[in-house]
């Protein structure tokens, strides 16, 4: 059972514009998100969360943005940079922690 | 650098051989997790540590696959008579951790995993 969903298995943006990575969770029990972000032969290293009592997290050029209404988050990098390419993993917690399959980002120069 | 470490970085096998993997969590961290990534997929949810208590296990956890942490330290996992679809990456993550019994408001800190191929 997917619980957490990130429909676009890729993204390409050209740098300095924004990219918009989404995703869908469907426990209703989910009270804190989180991004990760995974470059090739490393594992996952947190980016920025969220608990449900916010609709709106900002730290950089990285916000993220809950709409529990919709059941669907969002993470928006402003300006993007080619160091941005890398794959990610959306996640929810509510007692374990679980991950969406990913959005593979790439940036382009 | 004191962050999740994780031995092997990877592991070629037979099938029906044992294998076993390690991972030592950041220090201060009470909880340790262990995930499987396999190509296309975010981490798969195995199982969780809060010192040496094993506090949640997965379906996904067959009975040929076990972990330990004995001293609330480093932890091991591993997998009897292994089978090609266990080939996948195995990662290992640690986190702060609270009271009680459940895992909310965690934020994990991963190691680079175990890559495991199963011939």
């Known amino acids: 059972d997917q619980q957490v969903k990130q429909n676009s298995p890729s993204l390409s943006v050209q740098e300095g514009r924004i990219s918009i990575l989404n995703c869908d969770y469907t426990?209703?029990?989910?009270?804190?998100f989180l991004w990760y972000k995974k470059y090739p032969a490393e594992g996952p290293t947190f980016l920025i969360s969220i608990s449900s009592i916010k609709d709106k997290n900002e730290d950089g050029r990285f916000t993220v943005f809950l709409n529990k209404s919709a059941k669907h988050l969002s993470l928006h990098i402003v300006p993007s940079q080619p160091g941005d390419s890398a794959v990610y993993f959306c996640?929810?917690?509510?007692?374990?922690?679980?991950f969406g399959a990913g959005t593979r980002l790439t940036v382009k120069p | 650098d004191t962050g999740v470490s994780q031995d092997p970085r990877h592991k070629i096998t037979k099938r029906g051989q044992n294998v076993t993997f390690r991972c030592d969590p950041i220090s201060e961290h009470n909880r340790l997790y262990w995930y499987r990534q396999t190509l296309g997929q975010g981490p798969e949810f195995l199982t969780y540590?809060?010192?040496?208590?094993?506090?949640?296990k997965s379906r996904l956890l067959s009975d040929r696959f076990s972990a330990e942490r004995p001293k609330g330290s480093f932890s091991t996992l591993e997998i009897q008579r292994t089978e090609q679809g266990d080939s996948a990456m195995y990662l290992c993550?640690?986190?702060?951790?609270?009271?009680?019994?459940?895992?909310?408001?965690?934020?994990?800190?991963f190691g680079s995993g175990t890559q495991l191929s199963v011939l």
């Open positions: 993550a640690s986190s702060l951790g609270g009271t009680g019994g459940t895992a909310t408001n965690e934020k994990l800190f």
């Open positions: 540590f809060q010192n040496e208590a094993q506090l949640e």
């Open positions: 996640a929810a917690s509510a007692g374990d922690m679980r």
């Open positions: 426990n209703s029990m989910f009270d804190y």
